[in-house]
Nanobody, 125 residues
Framework: QVQLVESGGGLVQAGGSLRLSCATSGRTASTSAMGWFRQAPGKEREFVAAITWSFGRTYYADRVKGRFTISREYAKNTVYLQMNSLKPEDTAVYYC??????????????????WGQGTQVTVSS
């Protein structure tokens, strides 16, 4: 029902910025919450940020709070993750996730139903 495609990853120096995009397709208003997760080799997948589609309420992991901003644009059916003041420890594959319509936002990846292919973010020191 829902397809997610991430873009915007790349190589950036420490202290720099990147903006990730998650373009969604499928039935409109099919999800109630969108999330960003990341995973580095040898590490567990971790929650980054989430946003409710209807009200735009945002939630952040402590590790990124104050540096990252999640937002959504209705007209483009797109969710963004603006990442500022990037650190080497931010290096990971970033995944966009969506819950089924009516689902509640969560920090647990298992609570989401749809996932993008991931986009690599590498921060050099």
């Amino acid at each position: 029902q829902v397809q997610l495609v991430e873009s915007g990853g790349g190589l950036v120096q420490a202290g720099g910025s990147l903006r990730l995009s998650c373009a969604t397709s499928g039935r409109t208003a099919s999800t109630s919450a969108m999330g960003w997760f990341r995973q580095a080799p040898g590490k567990e997948r971790e929650f980054v940020a989430a946003i409710t589609w209807s009200f735009g309420r945002t939630y952040y992991a402590d590790r990124v709070k104050g540096r990252f901003t999640i937002s959504r644009e209705y007209a483009k059916n797109t969710v963004y993750l603006q990442m500022n003041s990037l650190k080497p420890e931010d290096t990971a594959v970033y995944y966009c996730a969506a819950g089924k319509y009516g689902s509640r936002w969560s920090t647990q990846g298992s609570e989401y139903d749809y996932w993008g292919q991931g986009t690599q973010v590498t921060v050099s020191s």
